[in-house]
């Protein structure tokens, strides 16, 4: 796992400085500790900081072809290199390391562009073609690597991170008003947007090129849920699903350094771990973390639990209110996007620990809600689509039903009454919001005259809309899972999971992402994920007999980071002197007023714990990324203005 960043000039006479590819190379030095390197020549400069898994002596980068005509720069891992490497050598290709770095640069000579659709893994890179003077720019198909880019008009500068672009003066740092009326619409950013207005994630499955000044993206792989289902009875379903995840786990623990196990305590780390441990000649080790005080759900003694099951090396850690307070201004300055993600906060310190202890890969669960469908409101939506079908012109009773209950104090199934009458596509924005949620519905007493002009037409849920009319004619089930493996999964969960383990120099693999196993999800019809009240169907008989039944059989409780708790006691004067200082930099787009409305309502009452994160977690990039005095590689905090 590494971090790469470059330039490519449009004027073809005017060279990449070399303190600017150093700066833009130093800043990411976290996500490669291990080494340096840089390549220059004429309008070209690519940047890369190694972590050093795979290859160790020889695998350094920028690496070349023979005759150096083409040069690479990658962050990632290609499951399927040793097979491309002898079909390579097949046909005539020298190779001078044994890294899968170096196959991407032969392939890329027998295929070009199209050689990114034979790559297996998670991965991101930057490959110069110095004979036909081209720059491709390639990211993994589901995004579990990132790479931003920006088109100044004279040059294409890019980065694993955005910090790496914010380095060339010749790229100006603008709020993106689009950005955060769509933060405040989904608690994160979907899309291909970023929050500095001009730069853009490369979205994933898909590809750049620049040629002679020209940028154009393509995309090369998209998640099919094919019209024709898997005709195969759901026994030998189950069957190929064990004999996929064994392969997959087996190729995702390749690796010259020690791998271990990321443990939550739920059913797709165990299941992970129950393969790993299969693959290992060797106790894994395996991690995981808790919190400090009463009355907090505690995943550990499942993880335990799963620990001794498979004989694993397992360390736990807690860590407390205070650890959360004084790493928010680092989770700001690492995750570089506003993302209402508390539980990345927990994932920095386990894999912290993980690399205090010598373990440098971590394997975890990550994908398998998305995949094999786990969340609790599919089950629910699915249930409630069902029954307004089934009353049809009825569904006026059900519209009453609900108001009644939400009267006795039924406050989960409020929500639902207002979506009645809306198809799914309409009210389903991804797993984090609905138009009923507390931003959505304040936006109008919340966005200052400024922001709402700066919008103009702008409309904030147009990333799920389009891809709810891309996928219209599939079940319901489908689209969900569709809508949520493009946008909530890798703008969400897996920036998450990047940026947090890179923080600590840690690389992060997640086998329930390798693409066939999405793609031999999509093939299975719904019920096989989920039937009445049953999630992830397949995945769980899959995995019976060999977890423990009180991991499978438990209710799924996601990551219960008590930061509701934290933010309304321990961290309450913090907060109120953040949120509603005179000076801070929310005051630029919202009134604060209601933001003080929200803030003493949660304060007093609870409600709306995920909105003050949200706040806060702007206001902190605000300060960091926006501020006049901010100094441009450190993650403290200055005064906005100062």
Known sequence: MCGICGKLNFDAQLPVLPDLLSEMTQVIAHRGPDGTGMYRKGPVGLGHRRLSIIDLSTGDQPMCNEDESVWVVYNGEVYNFHELRSELQARGHRFKSTSDTEVIVHLYEEYGPASVARLRGMFAFALWDERTQQLLLARDRVGIKPLYYTNT??????????????????????????????????????????????????????????????????????????????????????DGLQDLLRRTVKDHMISDVPVGVLLSGGVDSTGVLRYAAEESSEPLHTFTIGFAGEGFADERPYARLAADRYGTRHQDISFTADDFLHFLPQYVWHMEEPVCEPP?????????????????????????????????????????????????????????????????????????????????????LSRTATPETIFNRLKTTLYRAELESALGAHESTDATRRLFDHIDQRPLLDQMLYVDTKTWLPDD????????????????????????????????????????????????????????????????????????????????????DTLLAPTAGLCDYFRMEAIRDIVEDFFAHGRGSKEVFCLLVLELWLQRFMSAGVERNSPVLVQRGA
Request: aromatic share 12%; with cysteine; glycine share 10%.
């Open 493 to 576: 969960l897996l920036v998450k999971a990047d940026k947090m383990t890179m923080a600590t120099s840690v690389e992060l693999r997640v086998p329930l992402l390798d693409f066939q196993v999405l793609e031999f999800a999509a093939s299975l019809p719904e019920s096989f994920k989920v039937r009445g009240w049953s999630l992830k169907r397949i995945l769980k008989a899959a995995l019976r007999g060999s977890v423990p039944h009180e991991i499978l059989d438990r209710k799924k409780t996601g990551f219960p980071v008590p930061y509701t708790r934290w933010l309304r006691v321990e961290l309450r004067e913090f907060v109120g």
């Open 153 to 238: 008009g004279r040059s294409l500068v890019f980065g694993s991170e955005l910090k790496s672009i914010l380095c060339d003066p010749d790229v100006e740092r603008r709020v993106n008003a689009r950005a955060v009326d769509r933060f405040l619409t989904y608690y994160y950013l979907p899309g291909d947007e970023t929050p500095f207005k001009g730069i853009y994630k490369l979205e994933p499955g898909h590809y750049l090129t620049v040629s002679g000044g020209q940028v154009k993206t393509a995309q090369y792989w998209d998640l099919q849920f094919t019209a024709e289902r898997n005709q195969t009875n759901f026994g030998d379903a189950v």
């Open 344 to 428: 990345a906060v927990a994932l920095y310190f386990v894999s912290r620990l993980a690399r205090q202890t010598g373990v440098k890969v971590l394997l975890s669960g990550e994908g398998g809600d998305e995949a094999f469908g786990g969340y609790q409101n599919y089950r629910n939506l699915l249930l409630f689509e069902r029954i307004k079908a089934a009353l049809g012109p009825a569904r006026p009773l059900l519209r009453s039903s609900i108001e009644a209950a939400g009267q006795l104090g039924w406050n989960r199934v409020k929500p639902y009454g207002k979506l009645v009458d809306s198809p799914l596509g309409k009210y389903y």
